[in-house]
Structures are given as structure tokens and as C-alpha cells.
């Protein structure tokens, strides 16, 4: 995976309650995403990060925010999470470029359910 | 609106025989078309990439076609093996007008059975 961890791996959680999810790389790569998998909407881009503190949302920004202090962490939080962002979270990361200019490389992903 | 669709949803296959996924899209301005491959509980892994000027791409047993002018694509694989089990996603990138923004298919969901 790239030198790519994801932390935790699985996790449920309820209804009202933070999370965060951690990611975590050692390629040193400028780019940084986080991505939902949902069965019948493919992947789906969360955020992503261009540099540390640098960030810029997607397409489903909602209810997320990300921050990035050091090149290697990314963290994604679910303020209050809710039924619907029971889901597949993947981060992945990229040398170079803005999303769809470079091969992203993906993390092993976290299943996080929330009653 | 930019979609990418992928058919089959899922097929199954005999160890040893050949199969064909197809994609379409109609992301506009295109850029580039990317095949990844995703086994269970693991992250996509990329398989191959291709511009508007390349119409065939291999990786080992893997081979992707596109048609831009179809807006089409294909993923090929040859004399299947047990470890080709998986989803096979195709990803689409808008040009950097359009902000380089990446559309997913869903996925075709390969088994290969013994």
C-alpha cells in the first residue's frame, strides 16, 4: 500500500459522536486525499491537500473537515457523525499535480460504522 | 453531468479463459482514463493510463483500450488466474479547465473460479 497507514482500521461509532481518522504516509508526496466508498457511487472525493495547512474540498465536503500540520498526516473528522457516513474511508496520495494528474496511490481503508 | 459506467456489474469466469470490462464516460474535456484494481479490503492499485492519443495500453496480462472519439474504454484480461479476482474500476479525469476533477465508476466485480 505504498507506504500508506490508516488509523484506525475499523470502528463504530454513534450517532452525535467525533471521529477522526488518521492517515498516515512515508513517501514524503505533496498530495493528500480522502476519498468515501459507497456500493453504487464508486469512490468519491471528500478532501484533499496540496501542501501542509493547504486543503480545498470535494465533491462530498459536507459534514467533514481535514486538516494537515506535517506532510505525513492527514486527518479527517466527522464532527457529529451521522447514519450516513457509515462508510469505506480511503486516503490516498499523490507526488505531484491536482487530482487527475498524477496516479494516486491508496491507503488499505477504514470501515467505519455508525449507529 | 460527468459520469463514468462500468458493465458488467460482475461476471464470473473459469481460471485459464480470457474476459472483457467495459467502460463508458462522458467526462468532457477529457484528459486521461485510469483502470485500477481493488481486492477485497484493500485499497485501488493502479493498473494502466492512457491520453487522448493512445488507444491501447498492456500491463502484463492486463490490456486497456480507448476509443475518445466513442468515449469508450476497455480493460482486457488474458488467461485469467484466481489472484485476477477483484473489482476493476475505471476512473476518468477532466483537463486541468475543468480542474482536473476525477470521476469513479462503480466497478466491474470480477471472480475467477478454479
Known amino acids: 500500500d505504498a507506504g500508506i497507514t490508516q488509523s484506525p482500521r475499523h470502528k463504530v461509532t454513534e450517532t452525535g459522536t467525533p471521529v477522526t481518522l488518521r492517515c498516515h504516509q512515508t513517501?514524503?508526496?505533496?498530495?493528500m486525499y480522502w476519498y468515501r466508498q459507497d456500493p453504487g457511487h464508486g469512490l468519491r472525493l471528500i478532501h484533499y491537500?496540496?501542501?501542509?495547512?493547504?486543503?480545498d474540498k470535494g465533491e462530498v465536503s459536507d459534514g467533514y473537515s481535514v486538516s494537515r500540520s506535517k506532510t505525513e498526516d492527514f486527518l479527517l473528522t466527522l464532527e457529529s457523525a451521522t447514519s450516513s457516513q457509515t462508510s469505506v474511508y480511503f486516503c490516498?496520495?499523490?507526488?505531484?499535480?491536482?487530482?487527475?494528474?498524477?496516479?494516486?496511490?491508496f491507503g488499505p481503508g477504514t470501515r467505519l460504522t455508525v449507529l | 453531468k460527468n459520469q463514468v459506467e462500468q458493465s458488467p456489474q460482475s461476471l464470473i469466469i473459469l481460471e485459464g479463459k480470457n474476459c472483457t470490462l467495459q467502460?463508458?464516460?462522458?467526462?468532457?474535456?477529457?484528459?486521461?482514463l485510469r483502470w485500477y484494481k481493488q481486492d477485497t479490503g484493500r485499497g485501488p492499485v493502479s493498473l494502466t493510463i492512457?491520453?487522448?492519443?493512445?488507444n491501447t495500453k498492456s500491463n502484463g496480462r492486463y490490456t486497456a483500450t480507448l476509443d475518445a472519439d466513442t468515449k469508450q474504454s476497455s480493460l482486457h484480461i488474458t488467461a485469467s488466474q484466481l489472484s485476477d479476482s477483484a473489482s476493476y474500476i475505471c476512473?476518468?479525469?477532466?483537463?486541468?479547465?475543468?480542474?482536473?476533477?476525477?470521476?469513479f465508476g462503480g466497478g466491474t466485480r470480477v471472480l475467477v473460479k478454479p
Open positions: 490516498a496520495i499523490s507526488q505531484r499535480g491536482a487530482p487527475g494528474t498524477d496516479t494516486q496511490y
Open positions: 513517501e514524503n508526496h505533496r498530495y
Open positions: 491537500s496540496y501542501g501542509v495547512k493547504d486543503t
Open positions: 467502460c463508458n464516460y462522458t467526462v468532457s474535456p477529457f484528459s486521461n
Open positions: 492512457m491520453t487522448f492519443s493512445e
Open positions: 476512473v476518468v479525469s477532466a483537463n486541468k479547465a475543468a480542474g482536473n476533477k476525477l470521476t
